[in-house]
């Protein structure tokens, strides 16, 4: 499924929520991989959209309100930059996310985040340690989902499509949020390669301008499934909100 807005190796130690949901075990609807593109083409301006982009829509009522819909009342989420092969940091560890200010927390760690990060684009180095990061987890989820955000094809390591079909099979679903500043068939390419599993969606942003309201609804299918119309595309002053 392809949803359009109209509006237009180093691994880190990923850095834990002061007040967040302990680490332990815990059984939620879903376990949640943001996967955000910080290669060489993604320039500082455009890191702080992506950031921004991702702190609103934790701040946005609705994410907290769809969470609290759900059968367990609760996701589990992870922040990761990814660039070239072998190069990711889980810059936010998992936290459990089922209160409002659980969520607006997230959003407010997102938003003081920095970047660490350049270099390629490793559209399938970043589906395996994304994929690990699910392994690993400890969480009973429901549902385990990868959201991979970039720019660009993948230009490094082994295929995005090999890498899809690996972590599919391990029950796995993979959604994109391609941005097509600087390739515009790249939605083309993320529905052929890089998104999969039951369910598998885009949302396609046309710009890094347009980013923060793709990302709102992406999260909101994404944590809401059945229970959103995909199909309702968000003004970007909601994301903001």
């Not at 991702?54 to 701040?59: N, T, V």
């Not at 660490?116 to 970043?126: C, P, Q, Y």
Request: proline residues 4%; glycine residues 8%; aromatic residues 8%.
């Amino acid at each position: 499924m392809k949803l359009r807005g109209i509006f237009a190796g180093a691994v880190f130690l990923a850095i834990p929520l002061a007040g967040s949901a302990p680490a332990r075990a815990a059984n939620v609807d879903l376990a949640l991989v943001l996967a955000i593109d910080v290669s060489s083409s993604v320039n500082e301006e455009r890191f702080q959209l992506q950031t921004r982009g991702y702190a609103a829509a934790f701040r946005n009522p609705l994410v907290a309100d769809a969470i609290a819909q759900g059968p367990e009342g609760a996701i589990a989420v992870t922040y990761v930059h990814w660039a070239g092969y072998g190069q990711f940091q889980q810059v936010l560890d998992w936290t459990v996310l089922s209160e409002r200010a659980d969520v607006e927390r997230f959003g407010s760690a997102i938003a003081e985040t920095s970047r660490t990060l350049t270099g390629s684009t490793s559209v399938s180095g970043a589906i395996d340690f994304s994929a690990r990061l699910l392994r690993n987890a400890g969480h009973n989820a429901r549902r385990q989902v990868i959201d991979i955000s970039g720019d660009g094809m993948n230009n490094q390591g082994r295929l995005a499509s090999t890498a899809r079909d690996q972590a599919v099979a391990a029950g796995i679903t993979i959604n994109g949020l391609p941005i097509l500043t600087e390739e515009p068939a790249l939605d083309t390419y993320y529905q052929d390669h890089v998104i999969g599993g039951p369910g598998a969606f885009l949302v396609v942003a046309e710009d890094f301008e347009s980013f923060a309201a793709a990302i709102l609804n992406k999260l909101l299918t994404e944590i809401a499934g059945d229970r959103w119309a995909p199909d309702t595309v968000l003004p970007v002053s909601s994301a903001y909100d």
